[in-house]
């Protein structure tokens, strides 16, 4: 089956870490670009990490410095490791793949708050 599934997420203090993962199947992951985004409360969905299937990444401004995008090709997973959240940080997260018909997980929620 084709699919991804995030996991990870949850509420933390500002200033917390968390490390969101995506498991994908049913796909030649190795070769796929694979990209984080986000959705907060009625904003947008935004990118926020992107890694190539070289391993290149990039980042959005507004997290550079704080998290941090990774993947296995042998476990087939990607993560986003998150540092120094802000409440700014609260939405929800989902995972992509760059495919020839672009590919999305179900999302997982990140809460930031005190």
């Known amino acids: 089956q084709v699919q991804l599934v995030e996991s990870g997420g949850g509420l933390v203090q500002p200033g917390g870490s968390l490390r969101l993962s995506c498991a994908a199947s049913?796909?030649?992951?190795?070769?796929?670009?694979m990209s984080w985004y986000r959705q907060a409360p009625g904003k947008e969905r935004e990118l926020v990490a992107i890694?190539?299937?070289?391993?290149?990444?990039n980042y959005a401004d507004s997290v550079k410095g704080r998290f941090a995008i990774s993947r296995d090709n042998a476990k087939n997973t990607v993560y986003l490791q998150m540092n120094s959240l802000k409440p700014d940080d609260t939405a929800v997260y989902y995972c992509?793949?760059?495919?020839?018909?672009?590919?999305w997980g179900q999302g997982t929620r990140v809460t930031v708050s005190s």
């Open positions: 890694i190539g299937s070289a391993g290149g990444t």
């Open positions: 992509k793949a760059s495919r020839l018909v672009p590919l």
């Open positions: 049913g796909f030649t992951f190795s070769s796929s670009a």
